[in-house]
């Protein structure tokens, strides 16, 4: 892979799940790292995928792992399932379907209006081990063709209208200590076959997931004057899609669901820059951001 002269970064987008924890232990320097961006005052953004648990429950496990982090309503931390409860707001769905942990679920409904009584109005798939079993997952199908038993008393052709939206669509991710586990994409692809439609994306890698994260450090002020980066584990879903669409600079960590290779695999846009780790990058870029001179 040819070595790029890295461009004067501005921001920095950061993946979370492989990069800064696996499971609940920090990558090696991540703590540190982070806390050496804040101090310098860096602008960043955590962009994360993670839909087998609610916003909350990760921003705890960041905080018991070490990490300085805003609570609550932060603007610092989008995640995938901050996009879903957007969509349910925007689009009023009634009813959904989810394939989600019952934390990732519990958060969804409280974007909206839930009505157990009216017939299902979408099918919202992100990582969810429990439920991607036959019965769950026929009942996902039938929804979306309009055959399941809350659809039998609606007036409208429901087949035409109900979404597939998946959080994301990763193939595999890192499991503590045990190596890869499938993600949630060969089940929402099942799903896209056997309707013969395609998902909606909400998380990375899609173009607007990446744009709201971006608007976010415009409105705040920042100086626009080099590229954003973005930070991650995964060449696909981490680096592909929206930031080769947006022209991110895009970092690859040897940390995380990573194996040698994956930079020059087959069907891949290669990244940016491969680092070692998140604490790696860090390192080179405060270093650069401390010896290029300030513009007069």
């Excluded at 979370?16 to 050496?36: H, K, R, Y």
């Excluded at 310098?40 to 070490?66: I, W």
């Amino acid at each position: 892979m040819a070595v790029r002269s890295t461009p004067k970064i501005r921001a920095l987008l950061i993946d979370i799940s492989g990069t800064l924890l696996i499971g609940s232990t920090p990558t090696q320097g991540a703590v540190q790292a982070l806390a050496e961006l804040r101090r310098c005052g860096f602008p960043f953004r955590f962009c994360s995928n993670t839909s087998k648990e609610s916003t909350s429950v990760l921003q705890k496990r960041m905080l018991d792992a070490g990490f300085d982090m805003q609570t609550g309503e932060s603007q610092e931390l989008w995640t995938s399932l901050k996009a879903v409860q957007s969509l349910i707001r925007s689009r009023g769905l009634r009813r959904p379907y989810f394939l989600l942990s019952e934390s990732a679920k519990d958060e969804c409904i409280s974007a909206g209006m839930y009505e157990p009584d009216v017939p299902y109005d979408a099918v919202i798939v992100g990582l969810a081990p429990t439920s991607f079993d036959y019965d769950h997952l026929n009942s996902a199908f039938r929804i979306l063709v309009g055959e399941h038993d809350s659809q039998k008393r609606c007036d409208e052709d429901p087949k035409a209208s109900i979404p597939l939206i998946a959080l994301h669509k990763a193939r595999y991710i890192e499991s503590s200590g045990h190596g890869l586990a499938l993600g949630p994409g060969p089940f929402v692809a099942a799903l896209e076959n056997a309707t013969e439609r395609e998902a909606e994306v909400l998380g990375k890698p899609s173009k607007a997931f990446f744009q709201t994260v971006i608007e976010s450090l415009d409105c705040e002020g920042h100086d626009s004057e080099g590229c954003i980066a973005v930070i991650g584990d995964d060449i696909q879903t981490d680096l592909g899609g929206g930031a080769i669409d947006l022209c991110l600079w895009r970092i690859l960590v040897k940390t995380g669901k990573y194996r040698p290779g994956d930079e020059s695999r087959d069907g891949v846009y290669p990244p940016d820059e491969v680092c070692d780790s998140f604490a790696d990058f860090v390192d080179r870029l405060l270093s650069a951001h401390v010896a290029r001179p300030s513009k007069q």
